[in-house]
């Protein structure tokens, strides 16, 4: 993969074509699955994808003025720092919501891309396109906004409170919900392993410490190392790596901590009831913020957190 400050103007012009033509026909696959329960707002995604079709037609023209016929074929996931889409699209039958906000995402992080594209060309007719298409896709924006007032919500938020609510939910709680997930599952094996191994409380702190600490580094660093932000919209590496960091050690912590008890059955039953409120607690947030239903929130988070307790207590116990 390349980052995206490598890449030479052909080669941006050549990313830009290849971004509006695929989503051109994420915008057809959306209007022809809300066509039949959701006719209007298929209208919408029809007319989003014959604008995003002319945006690749005006930067074919470009093309092939400055750099000729030859396309080079470069596409998102060739260059570092965009996101992976679940490809809702391919699904049946489409969900409204989930396909407004996607929408959203979508021409977010396409207008970045065209404001950062600007500041990487010098040729006045190259940035004078960048700029406008920008402008174009900021416009989608509000588009698909109104989409979700008029369908889903009758008291919706202002426009400015839900860019905040999504850049709150993809540069803070993903992030921290992610390093919160692996400090309290990943670490339990390793703490209640020692526990059962050892029945000495103070090396069962240590070494839940140990780890707490340990996938803590591990999950910040690989946090900060995955996306630069810049295209995403997710926020500073630096920031994002931190707050994962923290949040994987805190998970860990939490469990480990009883074990500054000196009896051991005593501090067990502690970490296993602060076990089950840490999973809840994942549970609530994925719900709150992830849209995921609290009850398959719950399981999920709950099967899992269950394997590796009893991997744990079975190695332990080996």
């Given at each position: ?203 069962t702190f240590l070494v839940g410490m140990a780890a707490a600490v340990g996938a803590g580094i591990s999950m910040g660093f ?97």
């Amino acid at each position: 993969m390349k980052a995206f400050a490598e890449l030479t103007e052909q080669e941006i012009l050549a990313l830009a074509i290849s971004a509006e033509e695929e989503d051109a026909r994420i915008y057809a696959d959306y209007a022809d699955g809300l066509k039949a329960d959701f006719p209007a707002s298929a209208q919408v995604f029809t007319d989003m994808a014959a604008e995003e079709n002319d945006h690749r037609r005006q930067l074919i023209e470009l093309h092939r003025q400055k750099f000729g016929e030859h396309i080079p074929l470069v596409r998102r996931h060739d260059v570092r720092g965009f996101t992976r889409h679940e490809p809702l699209w391919i699904v049946r039958p489409l969900g409204l919501d989930r396909v407004r906000k996607h929408a959203e995402a979508m021409e977010f992080e396409a207008r970045r891309f065209y404001e950062r594209a600007m500041g990487r060309t010098t040729d006045a007719g190259v940035r004078k396109l960048l700029g406008d298409l920008a402008e174009a896709e900021r416009s989608h924006i509000s588009l698909a906004q109104r989409l979700g007032t008029r369908h889903l919500t009758p008291s919706a938020q202002e426009a400015e409170e839900e860019t905040r609510r999504r850049m709150f939910v993809l540069q803070i709680v993903q992030p921290g919900l992610a390093g919160l997930m692996d400090g309290s599952v990943s670490t339990l094996a390793p703490l209640f392993a020692a526990a059962f191994a050892t029945h000495e409380t103070w090396q069962t702190f240590l070494v839940g410490m140990a780890a707490a600490v340990g996938a803590g580094i591990s999950m910040g660093f690989a946090e900060a190392l995955s996306d630069d932000g810049e295209l995403t919209g997710r926020g500073h590496p630096l920031l994002r790596g931190i707050i994962t960091g923290l949040m994987t050690t805190i998970g860990g912590v939490g469990h480990a901590l009883p074990y500054l008890i000196g009896d051991f059955q005593i501090a067990t039953a502690l970490a296993i009831a602060v076990v089950l409120i840490e999973l809840w607690a994942i549970a609530w947030i994925r719900a709150r913020y992830m849209d995921t239903k609290f009850l398959r929130a719950a399981f999920e988070v709950v099967v899992g957190g269950l394997i590796v307790f009893a991997a744990g207590i079975l190695i332990g116990s080996a």
